[in-house]
């Protein structure tokens, strides 16, 4: 059984930063490739950012360069450095374990609202 859990979440200003953690209960940081996703109310599940094993990452156009994803293999933790938040990136953040590029394990999912 894999456990996620997400933490750092909150709310924000417009043009604030808040960094998101993914502990997990197993030591798999290191063995699989790990993503964040976010939903917002009314859209659509949207791929934000991804780590795979080897060190490389992809991030949705939306969020290129105001996010960073990276992982701490000794800490068994990933995170998501969000920088230049706006009202557009309120959603609820979950991180998730890839297998191949299937999501396949969920966190529980934490809140980020930015006001404007």
């Known amino acids: 059984q894999v456990q996620l859990v997400e933490s750092g979440g909150g709310l924000v200003q417009a043009g604030g930063s808040l960094r998101l953690s993914c502990g997990t209960s197993?030591?798999?940081?290191?063995?699989?490739?790990m993503c964040w996703y976010r939903q917002a109310p009314g859209k659509q599940r949207e791929l934000v950012a991804t780590t795979t094993r080897g060190g490389s990452t992809n991030y949705a156009d939306s969020v290129k360069g105001r996010f960073t994803i990276s992982r701490d293999n000794a800490k068994n933790t990933v995170y998501l450095q969000m920088n230049g938040l706006n009202p557009d990136d309120t959603a609820v953040y979950y991180c998730?374990?890839?297998?191949?590029?299937?999501?396949?394990?969920w966190g529980q999912g934490t809140q980020v609202t930015v006001s404007s």
């Open positions: 197993r030591s798999i940081v290191s063995i699989y490739d």
């Open positions: 998730v374990v890839l297998l191949g590029r299937s999501p396949r394990y």
